[in-house]
């Protein structure tokens, strides 16, 4: 399945509804590859994917946590994030202290990156195995807009190592939508501004989106490609059979058929 989305249209009607981003490219991206996604098959699932990475991130995929403390919002560091964000990351008012949870090579923490800012060492092997990108090796792997993409929606569809729990998702279609919020922040943090953009893209979605089913469509592609291909073969022949009975280089096979 896949949510196709009149992109351009959509977008236009966010901002009449008041919306706002400074990462509008980036929300374009995501739209598009969410219309090519068999793991996003329902408008709630999408709007709650995109009203996530709207409080999170923006909508960019390459936002780093508290950049905007270091500078403009969304321009990534050169190196590591300046002082002010990494006595953030060790700080442990109101949060986890990052740096108890894993540094990298760099003697970094694994602080929010990517969409839906992932943090912490654990999530960046956990996450980094499920699309197989090295997370723990090279974090910044997580600035690359696909692999950003991907970890937001494998975090969201997530049903727990034996499959019992329930994802994200899955307590978006129950309504459940403060222990949505818990699933991605741990805590009710932000969940009226989470809550009022799934509602904006809900309203938006069903009615400019249409659900696919991919497979089917690739099914119909492949039928029309064929019958294309079938269609010029015969002509081809009938062409050809005219031309040989015409001269008189007819087989005597095919004398008898009459066209």
């Not at 901002?15 to 990462?23: E, Q």
């Not at 936002?63 to 050169?78: H, I, L, M, N, P």
């Not at 005219?242 to 007819?250: F, I």
Request: aromatic residues 10%; contains cysteine.
């Amino acid at each position: 399945m896949g949510v196709n989305v009149n992109v351009d249209k959509a977008i236009s009607e966010y901002y009449k509804k008041g919306g706002s981003t400074k990462f509008e490219k980036f929300l374009k991206t995501i739209l598009q590859w969410a219309g090519e996604d068999d793991r996003i098959n329902k408008v709630e699932h999408l709007a709650y994917l995109l009203a996530t990475g709207k409080v999170e991130s923006d909508y960019s995929l390459e936002r780093w946590e508290s950049d905007f403390v270091c500078g403009k919002a969304g321009v990534k560091y050169a190196d590591k994030p300046c002082q002010k964000a990494l006595n953030y990351y060790r700080s442990s008012d109101g949060k986890k202290n990052y740096y108890e949870h894993g540094i990298d090579s760099r003697g970094l923490p694994y602080f929010g990156r990517g969409l839906i800012q992932l943090t912490t060492k654990p999530n960046y092997v956990k996450y980094g195995e499920k699309i197989g990108v090295d997370l723990v090796s090279d974090p910044e792997k997580v600035f690359v807009p696909k692999n950003s993409y991907n970890i937001a929606v494998e975090f969201l569809t997530d049903k727990g190592e034996d499959g019992t729990k329930k994802s994200v998702f899955e307590k978006v279609d129950s309504g459940d939508l403060t222990n949505a919020r818990r699933g991605v922040n741990g805590g009710t943090t932000d969940i009226d501004k989470v809550n009022e953009q799934y509602k904006i893209w809900v309203d938006i979605l069903k009615n400019n989106s249409e659900v696919v089913d991919a497979t089917s469509n690739k099914t119909v592609k492949r039928l029309i490609s064929a019958g294309v291909i079938l269609a010029t073969i015969g002509i081809t022949g009938i062409v050809v059979y005219l031309v040989l009975k015409k001269t008189g280089k007819l087989p005597n096979f095919l004398k008898k058929v009459n066209l």
